[in-house]
């Protein structure tokens, strides 16, 4: 795994990047094809988001 970040800058940096790519992947997905495996990639990668957001309020 990657290197543990505790400074606020890298902090904000690493969550705009996580929901950067998961803006990406919500455009990419053609709603007309989506499927329930579509729309379970996309609550884990917010559940992982959320998830940062919480070690980083703790680690302040």
């Known amino acids: ?10 902090q904000v940096t690493y969550l705009k990047q996580r929901l950067n790519l998961f803006v ?19 609550i884990e990668m917010i559940d992982d988001i959320e998830t940062k957001v919480e070690q980083f309020k703790k680690s302040e």
């Open 24 to 42: 990406d992947v919500l455009d990419s997905i053609d709603p007309e094809q989506a499927d329930i495996d579509d729309i379970d990639r996309l």
């Open 1 to 10: 795994m990657g290197k543990a970040i505790h400074d606020n800058e890298s």
